[in-house]
């Protein structure tokens, strides 16, 4: 009688085992990240009439690493004063969908400034617009930029595969 239950079992793992194997979604957890250096240019226009508050540019060479960190090379104009400064340090998210966000430092104000982005479909351009500028709930300037991924850029750092943006 063992022996028909042993063998019963057997015959019913050696069935059932492969047919349930089939319909797992066992995965390796998702982890999207942001890859090269891109050319980004915004635009920043003034929310009020406040003094002092006028128009900004920003135009940066911005590295991200696949580990959250960016580093970039960072050139503003603020109400018609220059500024520039390399090394800049910040960090950015991102979901599976392509959309983020990135905060820093600016050295020209010296308030945190973070970013929102959405990531073109092909990954080549990421879309930027001011999130929060440090100076309290609402933003003293509205903003609109780009960032668009050199392909010779992400080549130097020796990271390219098929895309500058990874949804693996």
């Not at 349930?20 to 003034?46: D, I, M």
């Not at 960072?74 to 979901?95: A, K, R, W």
Request: with cysteine; proline share 4%; hydrophobic share 35%.
């Amino acid at each position: 009688m063992r022996k028909i239950i042993y063998l019963s079992l057997a015959v019913l793992s050696v069935v059932l085992v492969p047919l349930g194997s089939r319909n797992t979604n066992a995965r390796t957890p998702f982890v999207p990240n942001l890859r090269g250096t891109c050319l980004w240019q915004e635009v920043k226009f003034p929310t009020s009439d406040q003094a002092g508050v006028g128009p900004a540019t920003i135009l940066a060479s911005v590295h991200f690493g696949e580990s959250g960190a960016m580093t970039m090379d960072y050139d503003v104009n603020i109400d018609g004063t220059y500024s520039s400064t390399n090394g800049v340090q910040g960090f950015y998210t991102i979901d599976s969908t392509g959309h983020g966000s990135f905060t820093f430092t600016s050295p020209a104000s010296l308030y945190v400034r973070t970013y929102d982005f959405r990531v073109s479909a092909d990954g080549h351009t990421m879309y930027t617009i001011a999130q929060s500028d440090g100076t309290g709930p609402v933003t003293q300037r509205v903003s609109a930029g780009s960032c668009i991924f050199q392909e010779e850029d992400e080549n130097r750092f020796g990271q390219h595969d098929s895309g500058l943006f990874s949804r693996r």
